[in-house]
């Protein structure tokens, strides 16, 4: 099957005792078994429910994996992955990925004894450099939030094969209909369900899944003994998401790419970040490893002090953090969704305090040009134009 279909029949797709064609939603916490000790398929549903479980057997399926987990929100797929990690273990990590991985890894996980390396992940010599006799893993994003910095996932997973080190993969900003990090050599891939896969703004969810069954038997003890999991509503809602994948991302990119052009042509923006500019650093890996480009653009001014008041100006375009909603929503990193991550920090992987993310929705793209040019009208300045 190809994967707008599996979108849609993938993993359990009808309720194998009905024969709904949408799962129903089991709102149960436990299952009536016939005798002491002999459970059935289900016990409790922290363990298992099976609304989650056709949810989590569709990420398995689309990106890959020998099982999936679903999780209260992408933090906790996030964190039941870390949690494979001993005191003493050493990561090396993306210096541009989500705040929130950041601040889960200092403050959360950095205190019980792991320690990590932020490092570029594009430049063989600094993961060479960032290796130790205790590094475990490598975690990267591609495309990372906010730059859009693309990571040759097939090489740099090759380079981490053979120092022994699990590849993470957050595959949240590509999602498994443009880009599947498990094919490319990744042993896990996370993803917030709450952006692109659920796609409507309307829930907080995570997923994680991997085609190792050792890796899997891991992470889904963590998911029953730390107990993150996703209910029965929000496993419902997420898989109703995921079937219209397809035509979402296909809409989000064709706007993207506009918008992206519209920008790149514009007096008032200093820099566009967006992998299909021919300028962008990771084009060819990104056109190689990616089924398209994606809805994330990020950009800078030409005058970084006017940055809240263009954001504030705009009347479509929703000032919001998360991305990956059918709205365009727009946020300034720095501020906003990376706040967490200390400016020197920031800065030296290139989030500069003017750097504006956009997720392009799916509106009318005029509609979507019009709104920003009249927040650009509102800020234009004759004299830093370019
Ligand atoms: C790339 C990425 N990964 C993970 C997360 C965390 O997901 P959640 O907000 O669902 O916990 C986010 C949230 O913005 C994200 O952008």
């Given at each position: 099957?190809?994967?707008?279909?599996?979108?849609?029949?993938?993993?359990?797709?009808?309720?194998?005792?009905?024969?709904?064609?949408?799962?129903?939603?089991?709102?149960?916490?436990?299952?009536?078994?016939?005798?002491?000790?002999?459970?059935?398929?289900?016990?409790?549903?922290?363990?298992?429910?099976?609304?989650?479980?056709?949810?989590?057997?569709?990420?398995?399926?689309?990106?890959?994996?020998?099982?999936?987990?679903?999780?209260?929100?992408?933090?906790?797929?996030?964190?039941?992955?870390?949690?494979?990690?001993?005191?003493?273990?050493?990561?090396?990590?993306?210096?541009?990925?989500?705040?929130?991985?950041?601040?889960?890894?200092?403050?959360?996980?950095?205190?019980?004894?792991?320690?990590?390396?932020?490092?570029?992940?594009?430049?063989?010599?600094?993961?060479?450099?960032?290796?130790?006799?205790?590094?475990?893993?490598?975690?990267?994003?591609?495309?990372?939030?906010?730059?859009?910095?693309?990571?040759?996932?097939?090489?740099?997973?090759?380079?981490?094969?053979?120092?022994?080190?699990?590849?993470?993969?957050?595959?949240?900003?590509?999602?498994?209909?443009?880009?599947?990090?498990?094919?490319?050599?990744?042993?896990?891939?996370?993803?917030?369900?709450?952006?692109?896969?659920?796609?409507?703004?309307?829930?907080?969810?995570?997923?994680?899944?991997?085609?190792?069954?050792?890796l899997a038997e891991k992470i889904g003890f963590y998911q029953n003994s730390v107990g993150g999991v996703l209910g029965p509503q929000d496993s419902w809602l997420l898989q109703r998401g995921i079937k219209?994948?397809?035509?979402?991302?296909?809409?989000?990119?064709?706007?993207?790419?506009?918008?992206?052009?519209?920008?790149?042509?514009?007096?008032?923006?200093?820099?566009?970040?967006?992998?299909?500019?021919?300028?962008?650093?990771?084009?060819?890996?990104?056109?190689?490893?990616?089924?398209?480009?994606?809805?994330?653009?990020?950009?800078?001014?030409?005058?970084?002090?006017?940055?809240?008041?263009?954001?504030?100006?705009?009347?479509?375009?929703?000032?919001?953090?998360?991305?990956?909603?059918?709205?365009?929503?727009?946020?300034?990193?720095a501020i906003m969704t990376h706040a967490s991550i200390p400016k020197e920090k920031r800065e030296a992987s290139g989030i500069k305090d003017g750097l504006i993310r956009l997720s392009v929705g799916i509106?009318?793209?005029?509609?979507?040009?019009?709104?920003?040019?009249?927040?650009?009208?509102?800020?234009?300045?004759?004299?830093?134009?370019?």
């Amino acid at each position: 099957m190809h994967l707008s279909t599996k979108l849609i029949h993938g993993g359990i797709s009808e309720d194998p005792l009905t024969g709904a064609v949408s799962v129903p939603i089991y709102q149960t916490s436990t299952y009536r078994q016939k005798k002491v000790g002999q459970p059935g398929d289900f016990e409790y549903s922290r363990s298992g429910n099976p609304t989650r479980l056709a949810l989590e057997e569709l990420i398995a399926e689309l990106e890959g994996g020998v099982k999936g987990f679903a999780f209260g929100s992408g933090l906790a797929a996030i964190h039941a992955t870390l949690s494979l990690f001993q005191p003493g273990d050493h990561l090396i990590l993306g210096d541009d990925v989500y705040g929130g991985t950041f601040r889960l890894l200092e403050h959360v996980f950095k205190p019980l004894g792991l320690s990590y390396t932020m490092v570029d992940s594009r430049e063989l010599s600094q993961l060479e450099d960032a290796l130790t006799d205790h590094t475990k893993a490598l975690y990267l994003e591609s495309p990372s939030n906010p730059l859009l910095k693309i990571i040759d996932l097939e090489k740099i997973a090759a380079w981490a094969k053979e120092h022994k080190l699990i590849t993470i993969v957050d595959n949240t900003f590509a999602t498994p209909y443009l880009q599947q990090p498990l094919a490319l050599g990744a042993d896990i891939v996370l993803h917030s369900g709450t952006k692109y896969l659920g796609g409507h703004s309307d829930l907080v969810a995570g997923l994680a899944t991997t085609n190792k069954e050792e890796l899997a038997e891991k992470i889904g003890f963590y998911q029953n003994s730390v107990g993150g999991v996703l209910g029965p509503q929000d496993s419902w809602l997420l898989q109703r998401g995921i079937k219209t994948l397809g035509v979402r991302m296909e809409a989000h990119q064709k706007n993207a790419e506009t918008i992206a052009n519209y920008l790149a042509d514009h007096a008032d923006v200093a820099k566009v970040y967006y992998p299909s500019l021919a300028d962008h650093p990771g084009h060819e890996i990104a056109a190689k490893q990616m089924r398209g480009f994606g809805g994330m653009v990020a950009f800078e001014l030409v005058n970084e002090s006017k940055v809240s008041e263009f954001v504030e100006a705009l009347k479509v375009i929703t000032l919001a953090e998360s991305l990956g909603g059918v709205e365009s929503l727009i946020e300034v990193p720095a501020i906003m969704t990376h706040a967490s991550i200390p400016k020197e920090k920031r800065e030296a992987s290139g989030i500069k305090d003017g750097l504006i993310r956009l997720s392009v929705g799916i509106e009318d793209i005029t509609d979507l040009k019009n709104d920003l040019e009249q927040a650009f009208t509102g800020v234009h300045d004759e004299e830093t134009a370019k």
